[in-house]
């Protein structure tokens, strides 16, 4: 059925651009207050206007996760950077930024991509994990400041430059935080950070070098359970730091838990916020100087604000369930598959009414499911599902697999939307391929 499917969109297809596949939207009674409304639109309006899937995210709720973080902070000299591979959107990048977050970059693209979004060197941090030395050496040069995780780099760091430009170190603290194995980057086997056992070696190096040392820094997994076991781990941050003079900042990465089910846990970071702004106090007071507090927010300013929106392609009444198939799936958020995370999903056209099980799936040729039996208000053929917690780790983990085009991606500012990101084509597909046969 595929093979047809494919085969015939091929053949009926004369010009390359036309291919762009974006399922036409059907008509589906729609009451238009009783439907998701993002950021001033309805999904529905959304769809028509710019097709599906579609990726739409709300500035709204970006400000508002922003301030949160700020005001549990505002007792200290702190600083958020964005972690922007999260989404890395140029619109939402300078929204953020204009919102007063730097950028914590993972590669050298990322690092330029925040130049180019008018982000200045002094507020882009660069947190890169086994990456070439060139890599190092041009964010250095570019007088971006570099948090180096492997001994061989602050080595190479040091012989190149000395203590002419400052660097941070990123302290693998071995805390074996929560959430998904693949999330987990602290433990003892974690290829991320030097180690806090390797101390004496990291001394030995800064001093024969007389390297500039202005911050440490560590990220130690996904999710923050509770203040007091998070401070518990900052204490090692605290500890080390008493090692190095000319600190500026203690950088304590992310790990903010966004509720993604109903009854999920989320960080609690008004609690946070106190009980680290009391305990950094404290301990700015024995180090003997003011030193500002760091962290690296990635989707816990970018979850909630997206929606990856889709729409139901087919009803399958199978003997043991009902599945949706969608015109969308892995190959746009691959979040459920590659790590069993839940997002929730909703039929958007209609928010209350009589509820049925559904297992929703993708269109993908491969094991592709975006929830298992979920409670959903009774679907159609045409229906618009919306998938909630896609504004982190979604398009910016998306693919093109089995040809198919990654959706355009919405901003939602002051309930107007704005084409951030357009569809793309097979021309887009096939542009870095080099034919050879003729
Ligand atoms: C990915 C990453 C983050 C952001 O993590 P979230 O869980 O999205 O908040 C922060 N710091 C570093 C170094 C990262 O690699």
């Given at each position: 059925m595929e093979t047809t499917e494919m085969g015939s969109t091929v053949m009926e297809?004369?010009?390359?651009?036309?291919?762009?596949?974006e399922t036409e939207p059907i008509a589906v009674a729609v009451s238009p207050d009783s439907a998701l409304n993002i950021g001033g639109q309805s999904a529905r309006q959304l769809v028509e206007q710019f097709g599906s899937p579609l990726y739409v995210y709300d500035a709204e709720v970006i400000r508002q996760h922003y301030q949160r973080l700020a005001n549990a902070f505002s007792g200290v000299p702190h600083r958020l950077l964005y972690a922007c591979k999260a989404n890395n959107n140029v619109a939402v990048i300078k929204f953020i930024h204009q919102l007063g977050a730097g950028i914590d970059a993972v590669s050298a693209n990322e690092v330029e991509l925040a130049f180019r979004c008018g982000v200045p060197a002094s507020q882009i941090l660069f947190t890169p994990n086994c990456v070439a030395f060139s890599e190092v050496e041009y964010a250095a040069e570019r007088g971006v400041l570099v948090n180096i995780d492997n001994i061989s780099v602050l080595e190479r760091f040091g012989q190149k430059y000395g203590g002419s430009k400052p660097c941070a170190i990123r302290i693998n603290p071995h805390i074996l935080a929560g959430g998904n194995a693949h999330i987990?980057?602290?433990?003892?086997?974690?290829?991320?950070?030097?180690?806090?056992?390797?101390m004496r070696h990291i001394l030995r190096i800064v001093s024969a070098y007389q390297m500039n040392v202005v911050g440490l820094h560590m990220h130690t997994g996904s999710e923050i359970l509770d203040a007091q076991t998070f401070v518990t781990g900052a204490e090692i941050l605290f500890d080390a730091?008493?090692?190095?003079?000319?600190?500026?900042f203690l950088d304590f990465g992310s790990g903010f838990k966004v509720p993604y089910k109903p009854d999920d846990i989320a960080t609690d970071v008004e609690s946070l916020g106190e009980t680290m702004t009391a305990r950094f106090r404290e301990f700015c007071a024995e180090y003997g100087r003011e030193l500002e507090l760091w962290f690296e927010p990635g989707k816990f300013l970018v979850s909630a604000s997206g929606y990856l929106l889709v729409t139901a392609t087919v009803l399958k009444q199978t003997p043991s369930c009902v599945f949706i198939g969608t015109d969308s799936g892995l190959n746009h958020l691959i979040r459920p598959m590659l790590y069993d995370s839940y997002h929730g999903i909703i039929n958007a056209d209609q928010l209350q009414g009589t509820e049925r099980i559904y297992t929703v799936v993708g269109?993908?040729?491969?094991?592709?499911?975006?929830?298992?039996?979920r409670r959903l208000v009774e679907a159609q053929e045409g229906t618009i599902l919306a998938l909630k917690n896609?504004?982190?780790y979604g398009y910016a983990m998306s693919s093109n697999y089995n040809l198919r085009a990654r959706p355009a991606e919405v901003l939602m500012l002051n309930g107007r939307p704005h084409l951030i990101r357009r569809r793309e084509t097979l021309e887009d597909m096939m542009r870095l391929q080099v034919e050879v046969l003729g």
């Open positions: 297809t004369t010009e390359m651009e036309t291919t762009e596949m987990q980057t602290g433990h003892i086997d974690s290829k991320f950070g030097i180690s806090i056992h390797q730091a008493f090692q190095f003079p000319d600190l500026q269109c993908i040729c491969e094991t592709d499911t975006f929830g298992v039996d896609a504004g982190a």
